[in-house]
C-alpha cells in the first residue's frame, strides 16, 4: 500500500531531458480549416498556432468514450489533458512539496510548502487539451504516467462539430482562470524521458507476491474440518 501512494513520487536525481528547459514553441500559421472524425463524429478543427512542447508531466487524465462530460457532449476527438512543467520548475523545484491532479477540465496545484510555493512559477505549468485523430498519439497516451517527459507538437487550435459551438484555446502561457488551457491538435507526440523510482519497482513486485501467494493458496491442500 506505501509503494502504491508514493508511486508517483519524482526522483529527484531524475535525468530531464534538456528540452524541457526550453519555452513551448509558437508561431502565427495561415492553415484553412479542417474536418476530422472521432467516433463517426465530425469535427472542424481550425488551426491558429504551431505550437510544440517538451515538457514533465505532473498529472493527467484520460477520457472515456462511455462516460462523463466527454460522452454527453460527443467531445471524442480530446482524449486526454495533460498537466506538464517546464524550465526551473522540473529541475530546481521540489514538485513532491506539491499535489497536482486534473479534473474533467482543469489541472490544479496545491502545497503547504511555503519555501516551494514562492520557488514555483505559475507561468510554466500548463494543461493541454490534446485533440487528435492519429491512432499512434492515441498510443503514446496511453502509455504515459506521472514523471514522463514528454514532445509533442501540431496546432493552438479551435475546434467542434459543424454548426455547433467551438472549443477556444488560450495563446500565452501567463492566463488563469476559465480559457486558460491550450487546446493542441497533435500531429505528432513521443515520450523522451520516463521516471524509474524505487517505489515503482515495489509496486510490481508486491503484484507479483500476491498472484504467487494466490497460485500457491490454491494449489495448496486443504482439509475440511468434519464434525
Request: charge should be negative.
Amino acid at each position: 500500500m506505501t509503494a502504491w501512494s508514493n508511486r508517483d513520487n519524482f526522483d529527484s536525481d531524475m535525468w530531464i531531458h534538456p528540452a524541457v528547459a526550453d519555452e513551448p514553441r509558437q508561431s502565427p500559421v495561415d492553415e484553412p480549416e479542417f474536418t476530422t472524425h472521432a467516433n463517426d463524429v465530425d469535427y472542424i478543427v481550425r488551426p491558429k498556432y504551431r505550437y510544440e512542447l517538451t515538457g514533465l508531466v505532473v498529472s493527467f487524465k484520460r477520457f472515456s468514450q462511455d462516460y462523463g462530460l466527454h460522452k454527453r457532449w460527443n467531445d471524442f476527438i480530446n482524449v486526454a489533458d495533460v498537466c506538464v512543467v517546464w524550465g526551473d520548475n522540473a529541475t530546481d523545484v521540489d514538485l513532491n512539496a506539491f499535489d497536482f491532479w486534473n479534473g474533467e477540465f482543469t489541472c490544479t496545484f496545491s502545497t503547504r510548502n511555503e519555501t516551494a510555493w514562492r520557488r514555483f512559477d505559475k507561468n510554466k505549468l500548463s494543461n493541454n487539451h490534446l485533440i487528435t485523430d492519429s491512432p499512434r498519439v492515441r498510443e503514446v497516451i496511453e502509455e504515459l504516467e506521472v514523471g514522463d517527459q514528454v514532445r509533442f507538437s501540431g496546432w493552438l487550435a479551435e475546434y467542434g462539430e459543424p454548426g455547433g459551438p467551438f472549443r477556444s484555446t488560450s495563446t500565452t502561457r501567463t492566463d488563469t482562470g476559465d480559457g486558460a488551457c491550450e487546446t493542441v491538435y497533435v500531429a505528432d507526440m513521443e515520450i523522451v524521458g520516463s521516471m524509474s523510482t524505487i517505489w515503482r519497482h515495489l509496486v510490481w513486485l508486491s503484484v507479483a507476491g500476491l498472484l504467487v501467494s494466490i497460485v500457491l493458496w490454491f494449489r495448496t491442500p486443504h482439509h475440511q474440518l468434519r464434525r
